[in-house]
């Protein structure tokens, strides 16, 4: 997990070049999160290392791909005040407003700590005994299909269930109001589509009016359930005492619902596909399950004690981050490592590929969950490991 464990080169040390730009390839790219800058990157990241410079005929500044913990670390951390968000948030923002993943600077401080209390240990604790119901509601329905040997579609199905989750988790009871009254799930071609074009903006924001309509029931009514719905509207600023605005709320379900569906659903969608492709991961998964949590009766403690569990699911998120690359832009000119950044400064950071490094990752490609046991393995450096 250290440069020290790696028995390879490393990357190729190439000269900086005209205008004090580092070394990056001679072809012109727009970096974008689409299938040639996957491929690109492929190729770059291994190559140029820590950072290094694409110049694009579409983007007047030039784009610096980081790969160093340091680095990533300073533009997210120590200096992040200097760093907005960067190109490819706009289409981000066409579907969910203007919430916690877009906002910047003051707002995003805002929202952050409006929210940030409703996610205490003891509100998810709550929060997972439904879950918990659903998960074995889904089992129920697998052991049928295993009893009458039918086939399921397992992307199919964590989709599904990662949107229920999350629409359970923000409406509780409300989630059956909206059924009856919509003659269905409004949401659900969220799960059965995985396009997320305009059109899909579209359609998704045209359903602010049912997460809208919940809203003024429950000012109207005084009824407040325990979910995620409720911990927004009772959220206060501790200086002024004002809570969100319709807007507001309406952003931050919006990027919940998104934000909170996909990465679960394809984090547990390669989670199978790892555990199916790896039997003795699987076998020793499935010891601790039977150790930690017999029954179906198991608490939330019991399940957050499940130390292999946590193991698995964070080497299955250095593999395949939900999040393959995000971008930040420079406010004002900074100095990264021996380089001049320019204000306006395009900044890329790839998990996909910065996982995958051997300078930072011991056989990179191995799934390995033990890599994360801390009482085997150095603490893993937490700018390397970056899944959202």
Same mark, same amino acid.
Request: proline letters at 6%; charged letters at 25%; one cysteine or more.
């Given at each position: 997990? &250290?440069?020290?464990? /790696?028995?390879?080169? *490393?990357?190729?040390?190439?000269?900086?070049?005209?205008?004090?730009?580092?070394?990056?390839?001679? +072809?012109?790219?727009? =970096?974008?999160?689409? #299938?040639? /800058?996957?491929?690109?990157?492929?190729?770059?990241?291994?190559?140029?290392?820590?950072?290094?410079?694409?110049?694009?005929?579409?983007?007047?500044?030039?784009?610096?791909? =980081?790969?160093?913990?340091?680095?990533?670390?300073?533009?997210?951390?120590?200096?992040?005040?200097?760093?907005?968000?960067?190109?490819?948030?706009?289409?981000?923002?066409?579907?969910?407003?203007? *919430?916690?993943?877009?906002?910047?600077?003051?707002?995003? %401080?805002?929202?952050?700590?409006?929210?940030?209390?409703?996610?205490?240990?003891?509100?998810?604790?709550?929060?997972?005994?439904?879950?918990? $119901?659903?998960?074995?509601?889904?089992?129920?329905?697998?052991?049928?299909?295993?009893? /009458?040997?039918?086939? !399921?579609?397992?992307?199919?199905?964590?989709?599904?269930?990662?949107?229920?989750?999350?629409? %359970? @988790?923000?409406?509780?009871?409300?989630?059956?109001?909206?059924?009856?009254?919509?003659? *269905?799930?409004?949401?659900?071609?969220?799960?059965?589509? $995985?396009?997320?074009?305009?059109?899909?903006?579209?359609?998704?924001?045209?359903?602010?009016?049912?997460?809208?309509?919940?809203?003024?029931?429950? %000012?109207? @009514?005084?009824?407040?359930?325990?979910?995620?719905?409720?911990?927004?509207?009772?959220?206060?600023?501790?200086?002024?005492?004002?809570?969100?605005?319709?807007?507001?709320?309406?952003?931050?379900?919006?990027?919940?619902?998104?934000?909170?569906?996909? /990465?679960?659903?394809?984090?547990?969608?390669?989670?199978?596909?790892? =555990?199916?492709? &790896?039997?003795?991961?699987?076998?020793?998964?499935?010891?601790?399950?039977?150790?930690?949590?017999?029954?179906?009766?198991? @608490?939330?403690?019991?399940?957050?004690?499940?130390?292999?569990?946590?193991?698995?699911?964070? +080497?299955?998120? %250095?593999?395949?981050?939900?999040?393959?690359?995000?971008?930040?832009? $420079?406010?004002?000119?900074?100095? !990264?490592?021996?380089?001049?950044?320019?204000?306006?400064?395009? !900044?890329?950071? $790839?998990?996909?590929? =910065?996982? #995958?490094?051997?300078?930072?990752? @011991?056989?990179?490609?191995?799934?390995?969950?033990?890599?994360?046991?801390?009482?085997? &393995?150095?603490?893993?450096?937490?700018?390397?490991?970056?899944?959202?």
């Amino acid at each position: 997990m &250290h440069s020290g464990e /790696t028995k390879t080169s *490393g990357p190729v040390r190439e000269a900086a070049r005209p205008g004090g730009l580092p070394p990056g390839p001679d +072809e012109l790219h727009t =970096l974008r999160p689409d #299938r040639a /800058t996957f491929d690109a990157l492929a190729r770059w990241v291994p190559r140029y290392g820590d950072i290094f410079c694409v110049l694009s005929r579409e983007r007047r500044d030039p784009s610096y791909v =980081l790969s160093s913990p340091e680095l990533i670390k300073q533009v997210l951390l120590t200096n992040h005040e200097n760093y907005a968000k960067g190109v490819g948030f706009e289409l981000v923002k066409m579907l969910l407003g203007n *919430g916690i993943i877009v906002s910047d600077g003051d707002e995003w %401080r805002r929202q952050r700590t409006l929210m940030q209390p409703g996610f205490s240990r003891s509100n998810v604790a709550r929060l997972a005994e439904p879950m918990r $119901a659903m998960n074995l509601a889904l089992r129920a329905r697998w052991e049928q299909l295993a009893t /009458t040997g039918g086939t !399921l579609d397992v992307t199919t199905a964590m989709s599904e269930l990662g949107l229920e989750v999350i629409l %359970r @988790s923000i409406f509780s009871s409300d989630l059956d109001r909206i059924l009856d009254r919509e003659g *269905g799930n409004p949401f659900a071609f969220l799960a059965e589509d $995985a396009t997320r074009d305009l059109g899909t903006a579209v359609r998704f924001r045209n359903l602010a009016r049912v997460v809208l309509g919940v809203v003024a029931d429950r %000012r109207a @009514s005084g009824e407040r359930p325990f979910d995620l719905l409720t911990v927004l509207m009772d959220a206060r600023d501790r200086r002024t005492g004002a809570g969100m605005s319709d807007k507001e709320l309406l952003d931050e379900v919006n990027t919940l619902i998104i934000a909170g569906h996909e /990465t679960s659903a394809g984090t547990l969608n390669w989670a199978w596909y790892l =555990l199916d492709r &790896h039997p003795e991961v699987e076998a020793r998964l499935l010891a601790e399950i039977a150790a930690v949590a017999p029954g179906d009766d198991f @608490s939330f403690d019991q399940l957050m004690g499940l130390g292999y569990a946590n193991r698995v699911l964070r +080497e299955t998120l %250095r593999l395949y981050p939900p999040v393959w690359l995000f971008s930040r832009r $420079a406010v004002r000119p900074d100095r !990264l490592g021996s380089w001049d950044i320019p204000a306006g400064a395009h !900044l890329f950071i $790839a998990p996909y590929f =910065l996982h #995958r490094r051997p300078e930072l990752w @011991s056989d990179p490609e191995r799934f390995d969950p033990d890599r994360f046991d801390e009482s085997r &393995h150095p603490e893993v450096d937490r700018y390397a490991f970056i899944p959202f």
